[in-house]
Nanobody, 116 residues
């Protein structure tokens, strides 16, 4: 069982920055894919960025060049640095973990609001 806890959301003006964190705890073998997803009101949840262990990173076109995903494997924590934020980035952001046994876990979500 894996518990994921996100932090770092909030209200920011357009052009501003936020850093989200996701800390994993519990009993698990390893996390192969660490990711961030988001869901805006009235829309489906969408992929934002992922890190695949030993392979690399992947980003949605809408955030390429503005967002950076990184991880601290020793702490089982991953991050999403969000720069040049736009109002359309407003959403609930969820972290997701895919373990070596192909079990998927989600965090509870953190609200990001970009508004002047």
């Amino acid at each position: 069982q894996v518990q994921l806890v996100e932090s770092g959301g909030g209200l920011v003006q357009p052009g501003g920055s936020l850093r989200l964190s996701c800390a994993a705890s519990g009993t698990f073998s390893s996390i192969n894919v660490m990711g961030w997803y988001r869901q805006a009101p009235g829309k489906q949840r969408e992929l934002v960025a992922t890190i695949t262990t030993g392979i690399g990173t992947n980003y949605a076109d809408s955030v390429m060049g503005r967002f950076t995903i990184s991880s601290d494997n020793a702490k089982n924590t991953w991050y999403l640095q969000m720069n040049s934020l736009k109002p359309e980035d407003t959403a609930v952001y969820y972290c997701r973990a895919l373990t070596s046994f192909n079990w998927v876990y989600w965090g509870q979500g953190t609200q990001v609001t970009v508004s002047s």
